[in-house]
């Protein structure tokens, strides 16, 4: 049973377009969250992060959108570009570590 | 540093084989992860070390699945007998801490086919 919930499982969206990806937890005890982006044959790498006590973080085009009274987060890819065309996944870890990572969305971005 | 490394990449078997794959963590890393990555499961966690001894296995799937680590700077998954189930990517992974917010840097990953 997946801890992370995340959707959609894929989306095509046109260069310059905006690509939101939505991420839903229930274990509380959560309190890192962060996003790997996964190029095909390639393992997954670490992309942006946020806690819960922030509610927005940026980084260039990538944004994270952070709810914690309704336990949902979100990444923003905006301008999007060819190259961004990967599978992203959220996750959440507690104090122990561990990552539980969600399903993962195939990001498309065609020219 | 020239990241984690894997190998073999791609790893086609029969069933029944012994699979055996191989791992080098980031020098000076404490953890070392061994995740499965499936289109079914996604990316399951199977078992982690801290300072080469395992600490948490529960998400071994079976006993013909197991995990050593010798030394900082190797470690090893091993399947025997394989099934055509495990066919998946495997991926390693390293971290310096477990806290959290330690990034985990992965592997290229191993792809194992059984016939």
């Known amino acids: 049973q997946q801890q992370v919930k995340q959707s959609p499982q894929s989306l095509i969206v046109q260069k310059g377009g905006i690509s939101i990806i939505n991420c839903a937890y229930e274990?509380?005890?959560?309190?890192?969250f962060p996003w790997y982006q996964q190029f095909p044959g390639k393992g997954p790498a670490l992309l942006i992060a946020?806690?819960?006590?922030?509610s927005e973080k940026k980084e260039g085009r990538f944004t994270i959108s952070f709810n914690k009274s309704a336990k949902q987060f979100s990444l923003h890819i905006m301008d999007s570009q060819p190259g961004d065309s990967a599978t992203y996944f959220c996750?959440?870890?507690?104090?122990?570590?561990?990552?539980?990572f969600g399903a993962g969305t195939q990001v498309v971005v065609t020219p | 540093d020239a990241g984690v490394i894997q190998s073999p990449r791609h790893e086609v078997t029969e069933m029944g084989q012994e699979v055996t794959l191989r791992c080098k963590p980031i020098?000076?890393?404490?953890?070392l992860f061994w995740y499965r990555q499936t289109m079914m499961r996604g990316l399951e966690l199977l078992i982690y070390f801290n300072n080469n001894v395992p600490i948490d296995d529960s998400g071994m799937p079976e006993d013909r699945f197991s995990a050593k680590m010798p030394n900082a700077s190797f470690s090893t998954l091993k399947i025997q007998p394989s099934e055509p189930r495990d066919s998946a990517v495997y991926f390693c992974?390293?971290?310096?801490?477990?806290?959290?917010?330690?990034?985990?840097?992965f592997g290229p990953g191993t792809r194992l086919t059984v016939l």
């Open positions: 946020i806690r819960p006590d922030v």
């Open positions: 996750a959440a870890t507690d104090s122990w570590g561990k990552l539980q």
């Open positions: 274990n509380t005890a959560f309190d890192y």
């Open positions: 020098s000076g890393h404490d953890y």
């Open positions: 992974a390293s971290s310096l801490r477990l806290a959290g917010t330690d990034t985990q840097y």
